[in-house]
């Protein structure tokens, strides 16, 4: 596993929909995406 995005946000749905959308823009898989909170 390896970090590509590493923002703080708001709620884990809008670091879902920026990794989503950021993996789509990359041409990643949407189930290789994983959305890690502290």
Do not use: P
């Amino acid at each position: 596993m390896r970090v590509i995005v590493d923002k703080t946000v708001e709620s884990y749905r809008e670091a879902e929909t920026i990794a989503l959308a950021f993996a789509a823009q990359q041409g990643f898989l949407w189930n290789k995406v994983a959305v890690v909170s502290r």
